[in-house]
Structure formats: C-alpha cells, structure tokens
C-alpha cells in the first residue's frame, strides 16, 4: 500500500502508550504496535490468550494488516482492530455499566494470569459496550506477568472505578461526573473524604480506599519505599478482594422523574399506539445506520429502532431511567440499544490534553437519525433555550428528525409553567415550524389523537 501519510490522522486518545498507538487512514482504524511491545504483542497472540479473550466477547478482535506504519523507524507492525460503532466515556454510564466494566476488568486480568500475563493498565476508557456488553478495546493493554510484582495498575483500577462507584452507591450517584473532572479517576484521598464513616467497616473500602488513601500521603513527599514483593497467590487474593468489593456495591433506581411518564396522562392509548406507528414508519422510510434518541427515558422508542436491528444509542439526563434501561438491555440481551447519560444543556465536552482526548458529544456525531420525543419543552421552557438554538444544536447532532411539539395547553407544559413566568411569547407552534425551517425541510406532520402534540418527519437542509 502507499506509505504517504497525507490522509494519516494519529488518534489523540492513545498518545500516551508507548508501546503503539491508533490512526486513521482513508476512513478505516488502524493500531500501530512498537518494536518495544514486540516480545509482549507475540505472547499474547501466541499463548492462547488472544483466542480465549475475544471468543468469550472480552476483547475487541483484529487482524494483521499490510497497511504501512505512521512511524515506520519504530513500527513492528499494524493492526486494524473492529470498529465499536461508538465510543462512550465513564461519565456516561449508568452505576451499573460502570459496574459491570469494573468486574469485567477484574474477570480479564485473572484469565491474563492463567496465560503468564496481566493488565498493565486498567483505565475505565479502554472499556467499551460492544453488543450490549462491556469489552476491552486496547489490545496493547497487556504485558507479560513478572512473577512475584504487585500489580502495576492497582492504584488506577482504584482511581477508576471503585472510587466512583463506592461514591454512586454511599453518597449520590451524580457523584459518577466527577470522572469528568478527573480524567485520570477520582482521587483516592478526595474518595476517602467524601465517603461516610460507616464504609471503614466495609473490609474492601477500608482496604482499598482509605488505607490506600492514607498510603499515598504518607509517601507524596518521600522516597518511595523499592517495590515489595507479592506471590501471584497474593495478587489473585487481591484481585479476589477487589471483586468481592464492587459486587458489594450497590445502588438502586428509584424516584426517577420520568420513570413512570407513559402511566401518566399524557396520552390515550390510541394516540400512544399512533406515536410509535409515525415513528416506526419514519424509521423504516429512512433506513438509518444509527439513531440517537434524546431524552429517551427507559428507551420505550428507541427500541422501535433497536429492535430493527439498527445501532441506537439511548441518552437521558435522569440516572436512574438510564439505569433501568441498561438492566432491561442485559436482562433481554439487547445487541442494538447503549443507554447513556447525557444532559443536552451541557453534554460531554471534549477533556484530556489539548480538550482532545475525549470527544464532545457532537465530535461523535451526526447520527442519521435523531429522535427528540417528549423533549422540546423541557429544553425551551425548563432551561430557557430559544426555538431556534435548539433547531441550530439538532441540526448539528443528525441528519433526520423524528420530533414532537408540546404546546402550552398540554398538561406538562402547564406543570413547568406553574411555578414561573411565562416568558416565552414564541413557543407556539407556529414560531417552532420558523425557527425549525431554517434547518430543516418537514416531509411530514400528524397530530397525536386526543392530544394537542404534533409529531414531526424532517430532513436537515
């Protein structure tokens, strides 16, 4: 293949491994593996473990490629890894998707063990769901075992998910968006401050977050003591302890505000049953790739295209409805549907070094399809977002729109306005359809029966 690397773009989210690092060429995703990882790359490949990995769904496969090396001095070769459809961040998930990353983590580095190797780092990003399930995507995150170490990663698994989860389940689960602010885990020390007393006599959080904790302050400002040795046995039992720790931890959806919504008198059972005939019917006209449901709920609508077997991410602000989605994805074995957390008024900004290790929410866009159902008010009459910006961001996020307009006679609306001014002479449906045509073209509308609501089909311009 050509070896010009004008169309070569270096992914900023893997800089910091030295042992290779991923690009992209001409569209298609590539991991460059250095001559140092060499020794470590063929035990993997050779010893089993690859196989055993990715047979049990636990790692992202590749294939060796011919494709020509970025860096080719220090190059030993190139792999192109599966694409995962889309990359989500920690801050994202769900207690239990962090949860369940966690254990995974912990569940690859023991099967490492039994083939002479373990995880040399234990990030929470190199985590990915991938057919409903969460799945290692850095197949440079291994080295060969040297017998008789403490593990390398501990600290990080620490950082990365038994802080923030310990906080989720003990303190408040809005606690998970502090790894927004720590893009590294959140702080053992700042963990240990937050957490109640009563977690001091919960073996694994006393072990591994405030003794832990009060381990690194003792030695910030000294010499390290040289690293002491640990038998494998030891490493297993640590590895154990950790996992008896995060099944431990637990949190519980309720008093989700829209946990209930479709019970609620917002819709006849003829107009429910018409919505999701529109948006159906939309769905199979388009035949999108992918869609983006914002403001899902527990994903009632995203799974009319889910269950089409169409790549459907289903974001909500509420955790907790994001969380029971996700459990009804496991429980049901869904392989089309990701439920996310995503607050439209401030979602995911692009963070690390440079604001481009992490993506912002609209970097990992256009999706084809956007459904903004139930939405509209809670944007322009909750958090003050004039028509017209909010025509602006969808217009940004998708290609097409399934949306629905809630008038100021609907009992929902009358709820938000209840407490506050009305200060928005422009909310009508006649001021949505001229703030939405600049950016839209509709294809086609319907009134929802025995409601005021209007369902909406429109191509962006």
Same mark, same amino acid.
Not at 86 to 89: E, H
Not at 194 to 201: G, H, K, Q, V
């Given at each position: 293949m050509s070896s010009t690397t004008d169309t070569i773009q270096p992914s900023s989210a893997s800089f910091r491994d030295p042992s290779g690092f991923l690009f992209n060429q001409d569209?298609?995703?590539?991991?460059?593996?250095?001559?140092?990882?060499q020794a470590n790359y063929e035990h993997l490949m050779t010893s089993g473990l690859y196989e055993k990995l990715t047979e049990r769904g636990l790692l992202i496969p590749h294939r060796e490629t011919s494709?020509?090396?970025? %860096? &080719?001095q220090v190059a030993y070769r190139v792999i192109q890894p599966d694409r995962v459809p889309?990359?989500?961040?920690p801050y994202e998930w769900s207690f239990s998707q962090l949860k369940d990353a966690a254990l995974t983590t912990l569940e690859i580095q023991k099967i490492a063990l039994e083939f002479g190797m373990w995880l040399k780092d234990s990030s929470a990003y190199n985590i990915q769901f991938l057919h409903g399930r969460p799945a290692l995507i850095d197949t440079l995150s291994f080295e060969i075992y040297p017998e008789g170490q403490p593990w390398v990663a501990y600290r990080q698994f620490c950082q990365h998910f038994l802080a923030p989860l310990s906080l989720m389940a003990y303190c408040d689960v809005r606690l998970s968006q502090l790894l927004r602010v720590y893009i590294d885990g959140v702080p053992l020390d700042l963990t240990s401050k937050? %957490? &109640?007393?009563?977690?001091?006599?919960k073996l694994p959080l006393l072990i591994h977050v405030h003794l832990h904790a009060a381990s690194q302050r003792r030695y910030a400002e000294k010499t390290l003591p040289t690293r002491g040795q640990m038998s494998k046995t030891a490493l297993l039992g640590l590895i154990d302890n950790l996992e008896s720790g995060i099944h431990a931890l637990r949190w519980t959806p309720r008093g989700s505000e829209w946990g209930d919504y479709y019970e609620k008198h917002n819709y006849s059972i003829a107009g429910l049953e018409q919505k999701e005939r529109f948006v159906a019917s939309s769905i199979e006209q388009i035949c999108p790739a992918n869609v983006w449901d914002l403001g899902a709920n527990i994903g009632r609508f995203s799974r009319l295209a889910s269950q089409r077997s169409i790549f459907t991410l289903a974001f909500d602000s509420d955790p907790a409805a994001v969380d029971l989605n996700y459990q009804q994805c496991r429980i049901e074995k869904e392989k089309h549907l990701l439920p996310l957390l995503a607050d439209l008024t401030n979602p995911?900004?692009?963070i690390g070094w440079q604001n481009q290790e992490r993506m912002s929410l609209l970097e990992r866009g256009p999706a084809d399809v956007i459904l903004a159902l139930a939405l509209i008010h809670h944007l322009a009459i909750s958090n003050n977002v004039p028509l017209s910006r909010i025509a602006e961001f969808l217009h940004q996020a998708g290609k097409w729109l399934i949306i629905e307009f809630v008038p100021k006679s609907d009992s929902q609306v009358q709820k938000l306005l209840a407490a506050r001014q009305d200060i928005f002479p422009e909310y009508d449906l006649d001021g949505f359809q001229r703030s939405f045509s600049s950016y839209f073209t509709v294809l086609r509308s319907e009134q929802i029966q025995d409601s005021q609501r209007v369902l909406f089909l429109m191509k962006g311009k």
């Open positions: 569209g298609a995703l590539y991991r460059q593996v250095n001559r140092v990882y494709q020509s090396a970025p %860096l &080719p889309f990359i989500s961040y937050l %957490l &109640p007393a009563i977690t001091r006599f995911s900004p692009p």
